[in-house]
C-alpha cells in the first residue's frame, strides 16, 4: 500500500539544479517559496536543503492544509525530498548538507533537523514572532537547540529576519488558517 | 507530483476494526508491532492510535530504513495514517484520541505528538533504554513533557517497560542497524 503526498506541481519545478552563492541568496529563496505556498492556500513556511556548493537539493513548504496532514511542515516535505532524490535516510553519509528554513524550526522539525544529517540550520523569523502570529512553536528551548550544536550542527538564526517576519505578519492579516494540533 | 511512501502490507492488515480494552492490551500490540518489524527488516519500534473507546484507527512502524526517509519514526507514520483516514490535520477537532509507542517518543515524534491533536500519549520503554542501545532520542527534557501536559495532553510512560525494553535489547543483539542522523 501507498500513502501518497501530494507535492504541488509548483513547488517541483521551481526545484531546479540552480547553485546559490550565498545565505542570503538561500533565505530570499525559501521566503518566496513561503510568499507563493499562501497563495497557493497554504501555510505561511518555506525550506529547501542545499549542498555544501550551494546546489538546490530539495524544496519543501508547509503542506499542512493541502494534504490535510498535521506532520507535512515545510522542513519535513524538504527532508523527505532530499532523502526520496539521494536514496538515503542520512544526509551525512553523502557530504555537508544544509537546511534553510523561512522561520525557526518548531519541536518537531527541530528534531527532524537532527535526524536527517544536515550539518547547517539556518532560519529567518524568530519562533516568538511565529508564536505572536498564533502558530504554537512545542517545546524549543536555548538548551534544544544547544543539543544540535553538541552534535555538531551549526545553527543560524536572524537571516533576513524582517522579510521573514513581514510574511507571517501578512498571514495573519489575511486571517490565514492557524492550524495547530 | 506524489510522494510515496511505502507502507507494508502486513502493517496494513494488522489494522482491523479491533477494539482494544486498557492500556495493556493496546501496549502489547504495539509492542507487537515492533517485533513484527525487526523481522521485515524495520527498526524495532512500533505505534498506534485509538480512539477514546479504543478503536485502533492507525498503526504505525519505523519505516526509516525500508523507506530509507530519516523522519519516517512509527509516530509519524500513525499520525499520517490516521490524518489520511479521518481526513483532518487536527485529530482533536474529532474527539479525544491517544497515541501509543512502543518506546518513549524521540525529540521530532514528541513534537509531532502536538500537532496531531491527540489528547494522550502513552509509551513503554523509556528513552534511556533506546539511548543505551544506540538511538539517539534528541533534545528531550522534562520540561518538553510538561509543555505537553500544559497543553492538556495526558502522558503516561512504562506501561509494560520490560516488554518494550527486550525488544530494544533483542535488536540490538541481533546487530540491528542503529539509525542516527
Given at each position: 500500500m501507498k500513502l501518497n503526498i501530494e507535492i504541488p506541481d509548483w513547488l517541483y519545478d521551481i526545484c531546479s539544479d540552480r547553485v546559490f552563492l550565498d545565505d542570503e541568496e538561500k533565505m530570499k529563496f525559501v521566503i518566496d517559496i513561503a510568499k507563493r505556498n499562501i497563495k497557493e492556500g497554504g501555510g505561511p513556511f518555506g525550506a529547501a536543503i542545499f549542498s555544501?556548493?550551494?546546489?538546490?537539493?530539495s524544496c519543501g513548504a508547509n503542506l499542512v492544509l493541502q494534504n490535510n496532514m498535521s506532520v507535512l511542515h515545510a522542513e519535513i516535505i524538504a527532508i523527505m525530498l532530499a532523502d526520496k532524490k539521494l536514496n538515503t535516510f542520512s544526509l551525512s553519509s553523502l557530504g555537508d548538507f544544509e537546511l534553510f528554513s523561512s522561520s525557526e524550526p518548531c519541536a518537531m522539525c527541530l528534531g527532524a533537523c537532527l535526524w536527517s544529517g544536515v550539518k547547517r540550520v539556518v532560519f529567518g523569523a524568530s519562533k516568538e514572532i511565529a508564536k505572536s502570529v498564533g502558530f504554537d512553536e512545542g517545546p524549543v528551548f536555548e538548551q534544544s537547540w544547544d543539543y544540535l550544536k553538541k552534535k555538531g550542527i551549526e545553527i543560524k538564526g536572524g537571516v533576513l529576519s524582517t522579510d521573514a517576519e513581514a510574511i507571517l505578519y501578512e498571514y495573519r492579516q489575511s486571517n490565514g488558517i492557524i492550524y495547530n494540533g
Open positions: 555544501k556548493k550551494g546546489e538546490l537539493v
